[in-house]
């Protein structure tokens, strides 16, 4: 279940960004760790839904699904930024970042190897092509691990030396003035992504950074079954990040309406329009399924909006199972009849018919 981003700041949903800011503020005053009293887990949720709710495309978005898709978009498959880490920085402007380095780069994340931001696209696919599963190829621009030097960006057979910022440790001590005081903190060394180890000479291909931007072709296994807007989740195949692990890739699949079919959760839907005749003496019609051409026998005296069930021929579900298909008979009738159907007609009604 999604986290309720306005009940965490103690704000309702018709709340104006000046008020969201405030009550932010006096919620990360309250717990931030460095206080007496502070409560770290709270302030992490506090910070993230201000992230959300102070910006206007995100808050949007929450409101709308539960959850963010809101990011730079990037080539041709463009992506979002799912990435819950943010930058450091002391920019008042945008309180969601004051705090930041102090929860992401203290003493416990200076250890922590950092990684890249989760990235996400689209990908349109047929009704077909979500009942029965397919495989799909899209490209991705993103930033990537550079081949050459495999993320360490030296030069292949290079030395490794010593970093000079943060004498080998790893990590840098830092005291940042803020409204709320002073406060110390210790963030990883940004020479060496806190390895505490720089290349002698830097990769020819990527500058020394590890990392560079390409395009990638990926295959992406679209499960049987799959319904619209449902999320398929990459590991490993997000941004790449120097001397890190890289994000996940997020890819949201939007399903083509069908002209016949909708879905009822493991089951098929249609209608079916037949003559009067037909459902006062039955027969059969040879109807479309997904699987093909299939004959259905009409029974005798069949109802209108009456649903006729085909076993097997719906949603698959595991196991070499499926749902069914459920047809709803629309009876059509005669909108003139000719002198001779008027006769039968009145025979029919004075037998009872």
Known sequence: MSKDYYQILGVSKESTKDQIKKAFHKLAHKYHPDKKGGNEAKFKEVNEAYQVLSDERKRSEYDSY?????GAGGGGAGYSDFSQAQQAGFDFGNLNDIFSQFFTGGMAGAQRAPRGRDISTELHISFEESIFGIERKILVNKM?????CENTGGKPGTKMETCTRCNGQGQVHETKQSMLGTFSSVRICETCV?????????CVSCKGAGILKDQHEINVAIPAGIQNGEMIRLLGFGEAVSKGTSGDLYIKINVAPHATFKRNGLNLTMDLNIKLSDALLGTTYTI???D???????????SAHEVLRVAGKGVPKGSGQRGDLLVKINISLPKKLTNKSKELIEELKKEGV
Do not use: M, N, Q, W
């Open 288 to 290: 479309a399924t997904l």
């Open 144 to 148: 990537s691990e550079c081949k050459i």
């Open 292 to 302: 093909g051409d299939i004959e259905l026998p009409i029974p005798v005296g069949v």
């Open 194 to 202: 806190g390895s505490g180890k720089v290349p002698h000479e830097k």
């Open 66 to 70: 539960g959850r963010v898709f809101s």
